[in-house]
């Protein structure tokens, strides 16, 4: 089974920045893209961003464009969050996952998902 492991989550106040890492176990598996989601109590999993790894195609939520940027390795199956100017409600969980289809990359429809790590904007 494949895991993946996100790190970097914590607290910081509005307007700082955090960066999110996210690795999966096997690195040679095949993967058609990685992505970043969040959830807050109650609610849905909402897509933040991915990464497709053919053309190294990036896409955003709206909530999140110009402030989060999306990278990674194809070759680690590795992923970054770079999140800059955070907002008390960018506040989630944030997950990590990892798709090996071609799928519409802003559902939750993918393969692997990681724990979840904590991100905590005060304000």
């Known amino acids: 089974q494949v895991q993946l492991v996100e790190s970097g989550g914590g607290v910081v106040p509005a307007g700082g920045s955090l960066r999110l890492s996210c690795a999966a176990s096997?690195?040679?598996?095949?993967?058609?893209?990685m992505g970043w989601f969040r959830q807050i109590p109650g609610r849905e999993r909402e897509f933040v961003a991915a990464?497709?790894?053919?053309?190294?195609?990036?896409y955003y939520s709206d909530s999140v464009r110009g402030r989060f940027t999306i990278s990674g390795e194809k070759a680690r199956n590795t992923v970054y969050l770079q999140m800059n100017s955070l907002k008390p409600e960018d506040t989630a969980v944030y997950y990590c996952?990892?798709?090996?289809?071609?799928?519409?990359?802003?559902?939750?429809?993918?393969?692997?998902w990681g724990q979840g790590t904590q991100v905590t904007v005060s304000s």
């Open positions: 096997d690195r040679t598996l095949y993967s058609y893209a």
């Open positions: 996952a990892l798709v090996r289809t071609i799928v519409k990359l802003t559902e939750p429809t993918y393969d692997y």
């Open positions: 990464i497709a790894w053919l053309g190294s195609s990036t």
